[in-house]
């Protein structure tokens, strides 16, 4: 599990080092505010990693937890279904 939802995590070419027999679970979505990520955003971001590591060894989730700190984070249920919601599209539009 790596997180990628923000531009301090870097490209994807930390990817290259994962040994062949792991399966990566990129944290595209962030968790910690209301911005809708898109399929279409989160779909290409998925291909970009795929020229480092093979695609059919990456996932995607959310970057963490939704209450990644003990007051938790500024994001409202409806957000929350929201992003998951856009997490499955997202396979379901990459993987089937």
Known sequence: MLEYDDFRSGTFEALREIPEDKVVVLGLVTTKGSDQET???????????????????LAI??????????????????????????????????WG
Do not use: M, W, Y
């Not at 399929?39 to 060894?57: N, Y």
């Not at 984070?73 to 992003?83: A, H």
């Open 39 to 57: 399929v279409e955003g989160l779909v290409s971001r998925v291909k970009k990693a795929s020229d480092h590591f093979p695609l059919d060894q």
């Open 61 to 94: 989730s959310t970057q963490c937890g939704f209450a990644s700190s003990v007051l938790g984070n500024d994001v409202s249920t409806e957000d929350q279904r929201l992003k998951l919601l856009t997490v499955a599209q997202t396979a379901q539009a990459i």
